[in-house]
């Protein structure tokens, strides 16, 4: 993810790679970030936070829930914007995380995707629509490495049709399904998950009813739309000096 952001900020009119950073004894430390397209851009991929940091005004971060409210402490700090793109977040992280907002501009989104939020709006749209007589579940399908589950993006979907439909997800979510389970219970949301090879990532939503069923999907076949997404946050964030926002602020979907 960290190279798609390179290339995508080396084709922006409009971006600047001002520093890139990577975790300390790192065999890529003090190279050119951008090295590996064959171009320079003098921003040296360093390990010190703070000296990166000090030289930007928007930070780019996906990486774990633990770097990432690191991160934040020090961009609070220097007053440099953040977009991030890190899944995972416990509910005391988030609380976090809105604390920082307080300091400094914050665009948090559990995808990037231009069109996973327009999918996200159509959920909304569907969910309100058919908020009874249809079972919701949701499936998604992600690489081998992903190390949380379901992604973000799935719970995200889940927790917009929850709120849809004036409900929480918390209340309806089911995220395991073993032995002798009984009946589907009424008012559930019910959730899959898939994990191999190099899937860059499969959202598929179902309204199961009596006689049909609607199936709302979105497909990733490259790591390219998550940054185009991101570089659209960061513009979206320029003209923001503190608060927290969301993909669907970016993109006018409220």
Do not use: W
């Not at 089911?174 to 008012?187: C, D, I, M, W």
């Amino acid at each position: 993810m960290g190279r798609m952001l390179v290339e995508a900020i080396q084709a922006s009119p409009d971006c600047v790679l001002a520093a890139a950073l990577d975790l300390p004894g790192s065999p890529a430390l003090g190279t050119d970030a951008a090295a590996f397209l064959g171009q320079s851009t003098g921003a040296l991929i360093e390990s010190d936070l703070k000296s990166a940091l000090s030289k930007a005004d928007f930070l780019i971060d996906f990486t774990r829930p633990e770097g990432t409210l690191a991160h934040l402490a020090v961009c609070a700090d220097l007053g440099v914007k953040v977009v991030i793109g890190t899944t995972g977040f416990s509910e005391e992280e988030k609380l976090q995380i809105a604390a920082f907002a307080q300091k400094t501009a914050i665009m948090l989104a559990p995808n990037m995707s231009v069109g996973v939020n327009v999918t996200l709006k159509l959920l909304e749209m569907a969910a309100k629509a058919l908020d009874t007589g249809y079972d919701i579940e949701i499936v998604e399908a992600h690489h081998k490495h992903k190390v949380d589950a379901p992604s973000g993006t799935a719970i995200k979907m889940g927790e917009v049709i929850a709120q849809a439909q004036g409900t929480k997800l918390e209340d309806r979510a089911v995220y395991e399904r073993f032995g002798h389970t009984g009946e589907r219970k009424e008012n559930t949301i019910g959730f899959a998950t898939v994990r191999g090879g190099d899937i860059v990532g499969d959202h598929t939503v179902l309204f199961a009813g009596t006689g049909e069923r609607i199936e709302i999907t979105h497909k990733s076949s490259s790591r390219a739309t998550y940054a185009e997404g991101s570089l659209r946050a960061v513009r979206f964030l320029a003209g923001q000096s503190t608060g927290q926002f969301d993909m669907f602020d970016v993109l006018n979907l409220r």
